[in-house]
Every structure is written in C-alpha cells, then in structure tokens.
C-alpha cells in the first residue's frame, strides 16, 4: 500500500501547475519543497518585476492581478499562495528531497527535514525541482564568507560601500546597475572578454556608457582567485593579480539543478545532464519518476521557464488530449528575455 498517490517535489509555479493537473483528475498529491513555496521567487530581488506579463505567470486559470503592467515578485509570492489556498494544495516546506527508488511496484522517496529522516511511498514522483537552489560555485577560498552571496537582495543596503559583483549575464549587469543608482562604489567582474549577445538590448548601452564614464569599474577576462573579509582578488586579463575593495559581494555566476539527485534516483542522464525522457508523458527511464520544467533540461535551463513548464503537468496526468493541448501551448509560447 502507498502512503500518497503523487508526490510532487518542487512548490515553485510548475510544481503547482502539476498539483492542480493532479488534482483536477481525482488525485490528491503531496507537494514538498526544499524551501517556500514559490522559493524561487522568494530568491529574487526586492521589488523585482517580472519582464513578461501577469497571464503568462497564471496556472490553474486563476488570474494574477497586478497593479501595473508587469507583476512585482511580491504579487507573484501573494498570488500563488493564494492559488495553494484556493486549490487546497497540501503543500509541506522545507522538506527535501534526498533520494528515492523503486520497490514492490511502488517509488519510495527518502525526505530530509529540521524534523528528522523519514520515508514515504508513492504511485507517482514529479520532480519539478528548477535549479535556482544550486548556484555555480566559484571555489576560491573565501566563497562562503557571510558577506558573499549568490543571490542579490536589493541595492539600497548597500548605498556608500565597495560592492564586487562577479558575473557578465543580465542578472550581473542588472544588480551593477542598480547598486551604482543607489550610491554604492561598484566594480563588476567577468571572465568573458566581452558581453554576449544575449545581454539584454536596453542593458548593454546602459553598462557600457556608466563604463566609459568612469561611474562603474568593469574587469573584463578576469578571473577570481580569491575572497577575503574585505577584498576580492582577481588575476586580470594582463595576467597580474589585483586586489578590489569589497564590504559586499555578489557572485552572481548563474545555477545548475540538482543533476546528482537524478542520477542518484537512476534517472539516465546525458553528458548535458538532460534525463532520458518520453517527450510525451515526460516519464523518466524510471518507471512511475516524471520531470517537469527545467529539470527536464538538464544544464540547459533557459530551454524551460514558467511561461512554458506551467503546461506540463497536463503532460504528466492528463490523457492523450490533454497532451497534445499542453504540446501546443508549449510551442506557442514565445520565449521570455532572461539569462
């Protein structure tokens, strides 16, 4: 005997699209998150706002209100808490899951807590896991100093210090910006020689124009080498080491899902991290394991995104028509500006 029907790992706007497909078909699964629920929002910025529309964020047709054009991450965070609430999702946080395999016809998943290690098992397993809970590390020594982080907050605690922003993509040159409006003496460092293309097109003038003008020091083709309690030490692309004052730094180096999970549960993986699949149902080599939004991808996590993910819990729980409207919606789907 199981103890759940389905149990969904990952709370974030996929894993609850995946609830309710769930749930709309008489099931009733348990959700668990590492985290909060949305915990991937809950890591943006403060005050963020989402560059794409409040409709392309809907699941479960409840409709995101904001008061703008464009949803802040706080309206996010309140809308698909209401959307737990409406659903009657059971939804249990801050659990992990650690490991899972398959026994006796049945997937029995091993989950971590404050609480302790306890087990379950279940008919089902959707790991709609994303990735924003795995930074790519630097390792250099004093990565984990308490005033570095992977994640940035907000620039106005840092008005009048030294901030070290170590990156090159839109999350890097977005944080850089913001901090130099808000008074902080910043210098952005990235391994690339230059910006790739894909930098978004209304960034790139604004970096390059605080640059020329001496407003913002960029390091261009360095590399970190070390963190210390007040400093980041860099070898620059003229092969010297440099030594830039830091009260705060943000490495922000992009994220990575959590590939040894999946292989650990026995999910077949290629040599981008992307699992073996059926397209259709979005089953795993592991009978009775789906995977859902990016976890889908592999290393290539800009392929998948809530505007598309939020379709596939149709894929998993739905009949065959309900898959093909769930494919269709996928490929409709225009691809937002991210990383």
């Keep these: 005997m199981t103890d759940e029907q389905a149990l969904i790992v990952g709370a974030g706007p996929i894993g609850l699209a995946c609830a309710i497909s769930a749930k709309r078909r008489g099931l009733d699964p348990l959700v668990i998150d590492a985290g909060a629920i949305a915990n991937s929002i809950v890591r943006y910025p403060i005050g963020m706002t989402f560059f794409t529309t409040p409709e392309r964020l809907e699941i479960g047709g409840h409709p995101l209100v904001s008061a703008g054009g464009k949803p802040s991450r706080e309206e996010a965070l309140m809308y698909y808490r ?5 659903e009657g999702i059971r939804v249990r946080t801050y659990v992990r899951l650690a490991d899972a395999h398959r026994e006796d016809g049945a997937i029995t998943a091993t989950l971590e807590s404050r609480h302790g290690v306890s087990t379950l098992k279940t008919k089902r397993l959707v790991l709609a896991t994303g990735y924003f ?7 250099v020594p004093g990565e984990s100093r308490p005033h570095v982080s ?3 907050d907000e620039a106005h605690r840092w008005s009048g210090l030294d901030v070290v922003v170590i990156g090159g993509k839109n999350s890097a040159v977005e944080a850089t910006l913001q901090l130099f409006r808000a008074g ?3 210098t952005l460092v990235h391994r690339g020689g230059a910006f790739k293309p894909s930098l978004k097109y209304w960034l790139r003038p604004d970096i390059e ?3 020329k003008a001496g407003e913002i020091t960029a390091w261009m083709g360095a590399i970190v080498t070390e963190i210390d309690h007040d400093a980041v030490t860099i070898r620059g692309a003229d092969g010297a080491h440099h030594r830039l004052p830091a009260d705060r730094v943000f490495a922000l180096t992009g994220f990575t899902p959590d590939l040894a999970l999946f292989s650990r549960i026995g999910i077949t993986l290629d040599a981008m991290g992307k699992p073996a699949i059926d397209p259709l149902t979005l089953e795993t080599d592991m009978p009775g394991v789906h995977m859902a939004g ?3 991808a592999g290393r290539q996590i800009s392929e998948v995104f809530i505007e598309n993910g939020r ?4 894929k998993i729980f739905g009949d065959a028509d309900a898959r093909r409207r769930a494919q269709a919606l996928y490929e ?3 691809r937002p500006l991210g990383e």
């Design 150 to 152: 992977h994640y940035f």
């Design 133 to 139: 809970d795995r930074p790519n590390l630097l390792g």
């Design 209 to 211: 124009n605080r640059v």
């Design 311 to 314: 379709w596939d819990g149709e």
């Design 184 to 186: 902080a003496r910043v």
């Design 332 to 334: 409709q789907t225009p």
């Design 82 to 86: 209401g959307v737990v609430r409406a």
């Design 294 to 296: 990016s976890a889908v």
